[in-house]
Nanobody, 115 residues
Framework: QVQLVESGGGLVQPGGSLRLSCAAS????????MGWYRQAPGKERELVAP???????NYADSVKGRFTMSRDNAKNTVYLQMNSLKPEDTAVYYC?????????WGQGTQVTVSS
């Protein structure tokens, strides 16, 4: 089992930046895949970026070139650096982990991009 705690959301103007953090309760090396999803009002939850246990990443087309996912193994934490934010990035962002075929979710953190 793994617990995930997100932080770093907030209100930012278009073009601004935020960094989200997700701290896991166990070593990230035990976790097959971690990643970030987001859900905007009235829309389905969508995958933003996953990162594998060996550091491989992939990004949704809508965030490529603007978002960067990274991992600090010593802190069991993954990050999502979000630059050039747009109003359409407004959503609740959820940290996700999959371990032994079981999905785990954080509580979510709100990101609002507005002037």
């Amino acid at each position: 089992q793994v617990q995930l705690v997100e932080s770093g959301g907030g209100l930012v103007q278009p073009g601004g930046s935020l960094r989200l953090s997700c701290a896991a309760s166990r070593s990230v090396f035990d976790i097959n895949v971690m990643g970030w999803y987001r859900q905007a009002p009235g829309k389905e939850r969508e995958l933003v970026a996953p990162i594998t246990s060996v550091g491989g990443t992939n990004y949704a087309d809508s965030v490529k070139g603007r978002f960067t996912m990274s991992r600090d193994n010593a802190k069991n934490t993954v990050y999502l650096q979000m630059n050039s934010l747009k109003p359409e990035d407004t959503a609740v962002y959820y940290c996700h982990a999959m371990m032994y075929g079981i999905n785990y979710w954080g509580q979510g953190t709100q990101v609002t991009v507005s002037s």
